[in-house]
């Protein structure tokens, strides 16, 4: 069964997409980057800031699916700079528990509104 996930606890999606696609055991969440859902704009320059907002929208979509971070297994990070890797990860670090989720994190050109950090997860329902 193909169904959707919505919340108004993180920013609607700024295009043709869903905050998260469920398919029974495995919920698919696409991309968050650090928009406030309330005003739809960042909530800072600063790189921390930016990545705590990231994940504060992806743990309420995860909500929204009836799910958390323990349910995440592979996360995908995209940096518009690997010199913020330290800061992000030590952000990222501070949001789950182990056994950690499988991950890749890579430097990309260029990221939705010139942000910074962009998170995308897949989780299972255990």
């Given at each position: 069964m193909?169904?959707?996930?919505?919340t108004?606890?993180?920013?609607?999606?700024?295009?043709?997409?869903?905050?998260?696609?469920?398919?029974?055991?495995?919920?698919?969440?696409?991309?968050?980057?650090?928009?406030?859902?309330?005003?739809?704009?960042?909530?800072?320059?600063?790189?921390?800031?930016?990545?705590?907002?990231?994940?504060?929208?992806?743990?309420?979509?995860?909500?929204?699916?009836?799910?958390?971070?323990?349910?995440?297994?592979?996360?995908?990070?995209?940096?518009?700079?690997?010199?913020?890797?330290?800061?992000?990860?030590?952000?990222?670090?501070?949001?789950?528990?182990?056994?950690?989720?499988?991950?890749?994190?890579?430097?990309?050109?260029?990221?939705?509104?010139?942000?910074?950090v962009?998170?995308?997860?897949v989780?299972?329902?255990?």
């Amino acid at each position: 069964m193909f169904q959707t996930i919505s919340t108004t606890q993180a920013p609607g999606a700024i295009g043709p997409y869903s905050q998260a696609v469920d398919l029974g055991s495995l919920v698919f969440l696409s991309g968050q980057i650090p928009l406030d859902p309330d005003t739809m704009e960042f909530v800072s320059d600063d790189v921390t800031e930016q990545t705590h907002q990231v994940m504060k929208n992806l743990k309420a979509v995860l909500k929204e699916a009836g799910l958390d971070f323990s349910h995440v297994a592979k996360m995908n990070i995209y940096l518009a700079s690997m010199d913020d890797f330290a800061a992000v990860n030590d952000v990222y670090a501070g949001y789950l528990k182990e056994p950690y989720p499988a991950r890749a994190a890579v430097e990309v050109s260029r990221l939705p509104k010139g942000a910074r950090v962009e998170i995308e997860a897949v989780a299972v329902r255990k």
